[in-house]
């Protein structure tokens, strides 16, 4: 497992990292619509659970509409959608509060999860994608690097550390000193970014600020997901990625960080 897990990595990693570095935004759009493409899926698996054939075409079409809305982006388009999605990360985080598991829950319901979904999805995507065309690959790789050490951190103080959960309705794995741990990695990592690139342009008090909002919000991001696959009775949203599960179980967190990130770049001025 633990080689299986290493390989599809180290694939994922050549193919994203080398693609968001080297190539031009275009490539990288198309890269996303055909996460986006797989990422529908296993939403609709999760959720409505359709059929095979029903899944691919809703999921083509939620692709190709986003490829071509691409054409449509302006900055205030990305501004007020980032603004959007980082309200509705702050809505879903205390709604976190008043959740309560529910076997076979109605229809409806998990239509507005999958909605809900789709909704922060597409937001997300969009804003990646203008990240990438006003900045380049190497401030979305900046973003990247903040989602991955919060994991990592997270991981490493929650089994050393970890003693409080920090949503055991949700996810009982997941603890307050890991999500420490994982802002307090991110931190340094800031700092040392911060002193290479002179923040982009942005004050330090500012850039601070927007890397802790950004790695606080991911965290609500994966726990989103957790409700996802509790409703669903699944451990992973599928199984795409050898050693990794499915698309969502990766990109989780990345889905509720974008939105914050941008939007604080954009209220800073730097973009």
Do not use: C
């Not at 986003?66 to 985080?93: D, E, K």
């Not at 229809?107 to 990240?131: D, F, K």
């Not at 991110?186 to 700092?191: D, G």
């Not at 909002?213 to 989103?224: P, R």
């Amino acid at each position: 497992m633990l080689k299986q897990r290493i390989i599809t990595a180290l694939i994922l990693a050549a193919v994203f990292i080398g693609t968001i570095v080297f190539a031009e935004t275009r490539w990288v759009s198309l890269l996303f619509s055909l996460v986006l493409f797989a990422a529908a899926r296993e939403m609709l698996a999760l959720t409505l659970k359709p059929t095979m054939l029903p899944a691919a075409v809703v999921s083509a079409l939620f692709a190709m509409l986003f490829w071509w809305s691409l054409t449509l982006v302006t900055p205030q388009l990305v501004y007020w959608q980032s603004l959007s999605g980082a309200l509705i990360w702050i809505l879903i985080a205390i709604g976190f509060v008043f959740y309560r598991h529910q076997d076979n829950r109605p229809p409806q319901q998990r239509a507005m999860l999958l909605l809900l979904g789709l909704v922060t999805l597409w937001i997300s995507a969009h804003g990646v994608i203008y990240l990438h065309y006003a900045y380049g690959g190497w401030m979305l790789m900046y973003l990247l690097t903040l989602v991955w050490l919060a994991d990592i951190g997270a991981y490493f103080s929650g089994r050393k550390f970890g003693r409080r959960k920090l949503a055991p309705t949700i996810s009982p794995g997941k603890t307050w000193e890991g999500v420490y741990g994982g802002v307090g990695a991110n931190l340094v990592w800031m700092l040392l970014i911060y002193w290479l690139t002179d923040g982009f342009e942005i004050g330090l008090p500012q850039f601070l600020l927007i890397g802790v909002a950004t790695v606080l919000i991911s965290v609500v991001g994966d726990l989103f997901e957790s409700i996802l696959k509790r409703e669903a009775g699944v451990k992973d949203s599928g199984k795409l990625l050898p050693g990794h599960g499915g698309i969502l179980d990766r990109i989780d967190s990345m889905i509720a960080a974008s939105p914050v990130f941008v939007s604080g770049l954009l209220l800073a001025g730097s973009l």
